[in-house]
């Protein structure tokens, strides 16, 4: 079975950090796009940054620039967001997105393969003043 934990969620004062971890297995890690996308209340999921396969490149939204970093291990199948100086608008539910390539605000983020398309189960990221 694919599967896709994400964790490393919590509560953080801003200003605080955290470091999210997608743990997967059950596709072919390296060959995929891995995202993150978050869902705050009452509004749209919206990506937060993808990391492409291979030498793609990397994409952040305007709002993670400069504090949030993406990272993968395609040894452990695992990938990472590195989130600092928190606000409290990172507020949200963090999603880990495995895919064959998406379109990002005119950066394609690149993966291969049939189409494919792998959500995890999300964890909570709250940021308090």
């Known amino acids: 079975d694919v599967q896709l934990q994400a964790s490393g969620g919590g509560l953080v004062q801003v200003g605080g950090s955290l470091n999210l971890s997608c743990v997967t297995s059950?596709?072919?890690?390296?060959?995929?796009?891995i995202a993150w996308f978050r869902q705050a209340p009452g509004k749209d999921r919206e990506p937060v940054s993808c990391?492409?396969?291979?030498?793609?490149?990397?994409w952040y939204a305007d709002s993670a620039k400069g504090r949030f970093s993406i990272s993968r291990d395609n040894a452990k199948n695992t990938a990472y967001l590195q989130m600092n100086e928190l606000r409290t608008e990172d507020t949200a539910v963090y999603y880990c997105n495995a895919n064959t390539g998406v379109l990002l605000e005119g950066f394609y983020c690149q993966g291969f393969g049939y189409p494919r398309d792998h959500w995890g189960q999300g964890t909570q990221v709250t940021v308090s003043s």
């Open positions: 990391i492409s396969s291979g030498d793609g490149g990397i």
């Open positions: 059950g596709f072919s890690f390296d060959a995929l796009a």
